[in-house]
């Protein structure tokens, strides 16, 4: 069986609400903002989010000669009797 290393892309969404003090209703959006970066509402994204899109990309991963970068399945090196690498082979 083959290996393959798999890309997996998850788009989620979540909405909900979170009654702010503040002086205006920028200062009430950076303050949301602020608490949803420092964690605040992790519980409330949890509760809420849905999976909007998802993406899979699978590409097989492919173990090449360290000798001549071919794919293994693909490798003409020829090898001595000391298990070296013959470069030029002579007919």
Do not use: H, L
């Amino acid at each position: 069986m083959k290996e393959y290393e798999v890309t997996i892309t998850i788009f989620r969404e979540s909405c909900f609400t979170d009654t702010i003090e503040a002086e205006s209703e920028v200062d009430a959006e950076d303050v949301a903002q602020q608490r949803y970066w420092d964690d605040e509402y992790s519980m409330e994204t949890r509760n809420t989010s849905e999976t909007v899109d998802e993406t899979y990309i699978a590409e097989e991963i492919i173990e090449e000669c360290p000798e001549c970068g071919e794919p293994e399945d693909e490798c003409i090196c020829v090898y001595d009797v000391d298990g070296n690498v013959i470069y030029d082979e002579e007919d």
